[in-house]
């Protein structure tokens, strides 16, 4: 299919739309890594991780605490966490405090929390 050629069923196809996204659509490679982040944030205990992680710096220890959970299985999520960039981790003596990473994983997550939280507030005026 030449790129002047677009196929449809319906009967008319936006030549202007189509040319302009295709030329403003990102790169393959960001899209995957794009896909590969919100796949890491697919996960509930990781989500839980964020979320406690949003409210204050934890080790390992108090995250399990908080989410009921063993050092061993936090440690595991920490782990794909942060090779994915969405936790960091600074050392203080002998103790490892996990954060999110920086302003913009912060912003995605609570972002993500207020559009469920609008979500259901409109889903229950109906």
């Known amino acids: ?9 319906c009967n008319v196809i936006h030549q202007d739309v189509v040319q302009d996204t295709i030329k403003k659509m990102a790169d393959k490679d960001l899209l ?3 896909s590969e982040f919100f796949k890491v ?6 989500t839980k991780i964020l979320y406690a992680l949003d409210q204050n710096e934890m080790c390992v220890c108090d ?15 920490l782990r794909t ?19 999110l990473d920086d302003e913009h994983v912060k912003q995605v997550f609570e ?15 109906i």
């Not at 944030?41 to 990781?46: E, F, H, I």
């Open 1 to 9: 299919m030449s790129k002047n050629e677009y196929i449809c069923d």
């Open 32 to 34: 995957i890594d794009l």
């Open 41 to 46: 944030l697919g996960d509930t205990t990781r």
């Open 63 to 77: 995250i399990a605490n908080v989410l009921g959970m063993t050092k061993s299985s936090i440690s595991h999520q």
């Open 81 to 99: 966490l942060k090779e994915n960039g969405i936790v960091k981790s600074k050392k203080s003596g002998k103790e490892v405090f996990y954060m």
């Open 111 to 125: 972002i993500g929390i207020a559009h469920i939280e609008h979500r259901r507030r409109n889903n229950n005026e």
